[in-house]
């Protein structure tokens, strides 16, 4: 890895953190919607969450999203690594891909937890509540300048249309 440029790989080490934040928030998710019931506002009986459609697409999309983001990362990190180690260096080409796949990875697993907060309830805005604490860290990742997905959009929109990179690349 010190073959590369630093922020040809910076962004990988922080990628890892919105990842995992995205899996822990589906992983709770689940654990405590499982068995939660609602108090009867909605349907006028207490009524298991498992049972909202809302609640099944959201995370189902979650999941979609995290594992997508997790195939991006880590096929281009896969290509990062067998490059460097034959000897040969990245192109700009090549930094930038890599730029869009793991800005584009940490914006899913932003958008999966996202997905789930927007479900859980008012009980999720609680600071002991961990679909929060996973909030908080997946988005404090995705607002990072290095994975500003409008940031990286722009390098990447401006360079495939004829424009010189600039920024971290």
Request: charged residues 20%; contains cysteine; positive net charge.
């Amino acid at each position: 890895i010190f073959r590369a440029p630093l922020y040809a790989i910076f962004s990988y080490f922080l990628s890892g953190v919105a990842l995992g934040g995205a899996q822990g928030a589906i992983n709770d998710f689940v654990a405590e919607i499982r068995d939660r019931t609602t108090v009867g506002g909605v349907t006028g009986k207490k009524t298991p969450l498992s049972q909202f459609a809302t609640v099944q697409i959201a995370l189902a999309e979650a999941e979609a999203m995290v594992d997508a983001g997790r195939t991006l990362i880590h096929r281009d990190c896969d290509n990062v690594m067998a490059l460097l180690m034959s000897g040969r260096a990245l192109t700009i080409d090549q930094r930038i891909d890599n730029r869009r796949s793991v800005g584009f990875g940490v914006r899913m697993a932003r958008e999966a937890v996202d997905s789930l907060f927007s479900v859980v309830g008012a009980a999720g805005l609680l600071n002991q509540h961990p679909i929060q604490r996973h909030w908080r860290d997946v988005h404090a990742v995705a607002h990072h300048l290095s994975l500003n997905w409008n940031q990286i959009a722009t390098l990447v929109g401006s360079y495939r249309l004829g424009q010189e990179p600039v920024g971290m690349f």
